[in-house]
């Protein structure tokens, strides 16, 4: 998805929620947002958002000194997540359809997002991801790819969306590798927060060489765009995904709710929208 | 006031609802939104936020060509506000403290502005600021400056809000020199939006010489610069004349509703408080 000129407004915003939120001088502050006004003023047609909200963490992280500002988030994140872990559990127990149902909460779990709002409500997630209808509703394209995969890459999004995460990779019933940064960023789930959440217990959890949002596989390692380019199947979470890949072709399935108007725009539906996308 | 980070959020804000107002081509959307970017990445240390603005709707009126991008809704406003005059007019006629409450309407006529948002609702902001508490009052040295004073420099807003200023000028009792803008920015006022509202019917209309948001005096021409710096009370209408003029000294009287956080972070009070608040 391009970067439409809305996303410049969310942009400065998440650039100075990071920058409050990492406590950092006014001075340090200044500068950060200058290289975020810069950014945005050099960035090249056809280049995706996650490139500057990329920068402007990375950034705060050099001048902080402070490699994961999200990390006590992220661990609340979990804990918050690993506590419905039951019920979810539950739930899929008494779904007429158990994989439906995993995709959708795979899709609730997608609410844990630091990007475009500080705060979410996991349980009114859950119920209404449950309820809704999908917006877009590639399920059966779905369901079909994964009979015919002999494994699965799923590219994760957030910590304690993983747990969610966890949740649909028991129903795939195949083998799943599960991709995290390989360094903080945001709330994005690493290596850490992929265990603490119990994915290393369904899924091989593999590194992307990097800790850009979204998967800009460009700064990915060649291991993993190896395996990236190998999978025929790729479950893809959340927008910044959706953001850096929706260009990559079939093999691709976005699942994600549409947080904000400029990738509910982008996808032709209303913010809030439940998505299940084939690329 | 000087220029918050948070300002900068909503320059580039108003500037995306700017130039879609003026309907640029994307190209030239892009060039006014790089140009806004590059405005805050030179802003010096203790420039207003008024300086940005004004920068903007300047280089859209280059653009599209367009003088006055506001006149029709500067002209819906007038309607709107002078429709309501009768019910002004009674409001005081039946007020115990007529004064004060000319100072309040002025103050409710201080909704309609563009800058922080879309849209108002006028009859909402007349009762409301006839109930509410200011939280800043000076109203007493006001009227003692005014008791004190030969004549009153009073500094307009927006169209419309010119309607409930000639109230307020009404019950001043004193002549008037009411200031506009020499030509059209953004919904300020100019000498047609005044003479529209009757202004010119109880005040002498002086224009400032420049279209600069707020009152940027290093912009206004030698004639309105004198009258500034001969008047004994200045009546300062809106957040941009706070943000310009708040270091101006105690000659001045700010009246107006703190629309956005930051202004009213400035002035250490609530969103949507009243101001009536000596320099």
Redesign the interface.
């Known amino acids: 998805m391009k970067t439409y000129?809305?996303c410049?407004?969310c942009l400065?915003?998440q650039g100075?929620t990071a920058?409050r939120r990492a406590g950092l001088c006014e001075n340090d502050?200044?500068t950060v947002?200058?290289g975020v006004?810069?950014a945005?003023?050099e960035l090249q047609p056809g280049q995706t958002p996650p490139i500057i909200a990329t920068q402007i963490h990375q950034v705060i992280q050099e001048k902080t000194g402070i490699p994961d500002p999200y990390l006590e988030l992220k661990q609340q994140s979990t804990q918050k997540a690993l506590a419905l872990h039951p019920r979810l559990k539950k739930i899929i127990a008494a779904a007429d359809d158990p994989f439906e149902t995993a995709v959708r909460l795979a899709i609730a779990g997608n609410i844990i997002d630091f990007g475009p709002a500080d705060q979410y409500d996991l349980w009114a997630s859950v119920e209404r991801v449950l309820a809704e209808p999908l917006a877009f509703n590639d399920l059966p394209k779905l369901r079909q790819a994964l009979d015919l995969a002999d494994e699965v890459l799923f590219l994760s999004d957030n910590a304690g969306e993983t747990i969610f995460d966890r949740v649909l990779i028991e129903q795939i019933g195949k083998p799943v590798r599960y991709a995290v940064k390989s360094a903080p960023i945001l709330n994005d789930a690493t290596r850490a927060d992929a265990i603490a959440a119990g994915v290393d217990q369904v899924a091989e959890i593999v590194e992307i060489g990097c800790n850009a949002l979204g998967t800009l596989l460009d700064r990915c390692d060649e291991r993993f765009v190896q395996l990236f380019h190998a999978a025929s199947v790729i479950i893809a979470k959340g927008m910044g995904h959706y953001e850096s890949l929706s260009g990559e072709g079939p093999r691709l399935f976005f699942l994600l709710q549409a947080k904000c108007k400029v990738v509910a725009n982008d996808l032709g539906v209303p913010v809030k929208s439940l998505i299940v996308k084939q690329g």
């Open positions: 000129l809305d410049y407004l400065l915003r100075l920058i502050q200044l947002i200058n006004l810069q945005l003023q």
